[in-house]
Each structure stands twice: as structure tokens, then as C-alpha cells.
């Protein structure tokens, strides 16, 4: 069964580092996320991509984040200088309709948990 | 925003045991998508309602949209071990591509 896979599973990171969060989606999904959830919080959106541009960010995806889809299959979430409050549990997901259409749920995958110290 | 209130926030049922989960909304609801979460692991899609009174089910698992479309409830029946697990509402607000999701209702099966 297709899958979304990301990398790496674990990052640990010191405070004002760059960091780089990969995603490959489902192959045939044209729509892309990232969500965040710090322990013991709630999912949180964070930015939906459509057509290499970004069709959607929060609050929370300042000029500290970045998207990316350098090539046909990545998808990377880049965190620029990191801090202690940017630990969390990064989830990539993929969808092949936009939201509200039949095959518009979201797939996720397994995520990327980034500590920062 | 869209507010969305799970009750109740966990539960430790008895294995075969029926069990309701409930998901609130403060405002009409376009989209409403279950899912559950294995404990440090990714959220797995179980099922999308849209339609006032909807009603899904799969395998064990019944999902419902009430119809003014602020509420949506999500059963088990005959509980499993397997079902333990965060279970997360997530509503979609029909005026962008993105879901908020609830706090979750974390179960627990007890053998």
C-alpha cells in the first residue's frame, strides 16, 4: 500500500541551527502539508502546497520556515535557526484532491520528531 | 477559527464494551474527517463526513454528522485491544486547503 515516508524519524538539533525535514509523498498526490504537534498538544496546520507554490500557511509558518519541492518525488520542510520551542513531532501529509472532494483525505506519514537543545 | 471540543479527552473501557466519542464544533462544519493516531506514530484516515446526518461505518467503527452539521460522534462497537489509540476529529473550514483537529480522545482497551 502507498505510503508517505519521511526522514529523518529523530532529529535532535542545538538552538540556531538550520534544519531540513524531507517528506516523499504518495506518487500520485498533487497536494502537500506539513502539521506539527508538540507533546502533549494538538495537531497543528502549519502550510498546504499546490502546483509548486503554497496555497495556505498559519500563523505559526513565519519567515523561520520554508517549503520546498526540489525535484518530482521530495517534499522538505526547512526550519531555519532553530529554538526550544520548535521541538515537536513534524508530520508531512498527502492528498490527491483538495480537501472536501471524495479523494481528499489526507495521508500521513509517521513523522519527524525534531529536538532542539 | 474553527473551534473543535472532543469529549471525553480518554477513556479506559473494558474489552467488548461499546464506546461514543464525541466532536463539537462552534461553527457549522463543511468537511469532518476522523482519524486515529497510534500512540507517537502518524494519524491514520478512518472516515469523512459531509452531509448533514451522515452516516459511515467501517468494520466496528460508525461515524456520524448530526444535521445542523456542528456535532459529530464516532462508535465503537465490541471494543478491541487494537482500538486503543488517540482518536482525532479534524473539520475542514471550506475556505482554504487545510483541516484543524480537536485535542483528541485518547483510548484505552483493557483486555
Known amino acids: 500500500e502507498p505510503e508517505v515516508t519521511q526522514t529523518p524519524s529523530h532529529q535532535v538539533t542545538q538552538m540556531g541551527q538550520e534544519v531540513i525535514l524531507r517528506c516523499v509523498p504518495i506518487?500520485?498526490?498533487?497536494?502537500f502539508y506539513w502539521y506539527r504537534q508538540i507533546l502533549g498538544q494538538k495537531v497543528e496546520f502549519l502550510v498546504s502546497?499546490?502546483?509548486?507554490?503554497?496555497?495556505?500557511k498559519s500563523e505559526i509558518f513565519d519567515d523561520q520556515f520554508s517549503v520546498e519541492r526540489p525535484d518530482g518525488s521530495n517534499f522538505t520542510l526547512k526550519i531555519r535557526s532553530t529554538k526550544l520551542e520548535d521541538s515537536a513531532m513534524y508530520f508531512c501529509?498527502?492528498?490527491?484532491?483538495?480537501?472536501?472532494?471524495?479523494?481528499?483525505?489526507?495521508?500521513f506519514g509517521e513523522g519527524s520528531r525534531l529536538t532542539v537543545l | 477559527s474553527q473551534e473543535l471540543e472532543q469529549s471525553p479527552q480518554s477513556l479506559i473501557v473494558q474489552e467488548g464494551k461499546n464506546l461514543t466519542i464525541n466532536c463539537t464544533s462552534s461553527k457549522t462544519l463543511y468537511g469532518l474527517y476522523w482519524y486515529k493516531q497510534k500512540y507517537g506514530e502518524g494519524l491514520i484516515f478512518l472516515m469523512m463526513l459531509q452531509k448533514g446526518g451522515e452516516e459511515k461505518s467501517h468494520e466496528k467503527i460508525t461515524a456520524k454528522l448530526d444535521e445542523k452539521k456542528q456535532q459529530s460522534s464516532l462508535h465503537i462497537t465490541a471494543s478491541q485491544p487494537s482500538h486503543a489509540g488517540i482518536y482525532l476529529c479534524g473539520a475542514d473550514k471550506n475556505a482554504g486547503n487545510m483541516l484543524t483537529f480537536g485535542g483528541g480522545t485518547r483510548l484505552m482497551v483493557k483486555p
Open positions: 502546497f499546490y502546483n509548486n507554490e503554497i496555497s495556505e
Open positions: 506518487s500520485n498526490h498533487l497536494y
Open positions: 501529509a498527502s492528498s490527491e484532491a483538495p480537501l472536501g472532494l471524495a479523494t481528499g483525505e489526507l495521508f
